[in-house]
């Protein structure tokens, strides 16, 4: 059993940047992809973007393409996002999400084994 824990959300200026984190235990990191996602009041869980089990691919939606990056230290057993230019559209809880088949990036909620429980972040204009 994988246990996921986010941090690094907060309230932030409409251009302006934050860096998630999302630390893992219980498992063997390198076994999974990681991913992020999102989700505003009302709405549904949206894919933010995700990594394989090496780093060696990426895949992001097309709403943060160039502005938001994701990342690993296998060595800590967390992956990052790095949300540069944040828009108050931006504004929702985000996860951290793993899947046990380490080098499928996939865009559906359902695909994805384990979830941290989120943090909130807030864009204001």
């Known amino acids: 059993q994988v246990q996921l824990v986010e941090s690094g959300g907060g309230l932030v200026q409409a251009g302006g940047s934050l860096r998630l984190s999302c630390v893992a235990s219980?498992?063997?990191?390198?076994?999974?992809?990681m991913g992020w996602f999102r989700q505003a009041p009302g709405k549904e869980r949206d894919f933010v973007a995700a990594i394989s089990w090496s780093g060696g691919s990426t895949r992001y939606a097309d709403s943060v393409k160039g502005r938001f990056t994701i990342s690993r230290d296998n060595a800590k057993n967390t992956v990052y996002l790095q949300m540069n230019n944040l828009k108050p559209q931006d504004t929702a809880v985000y996860y951290c999400a793993a899947d046990s088949r380490g080098t499928v990036l996939s865009a559906s909620p359902l695909s994805w084994d384990y979830w941290g429980q989120g943090t909130q972040v807030t864009v204001s204009s």
């Open positions: 219980g498992g063997t990191f390198t076994n999974y992809a």
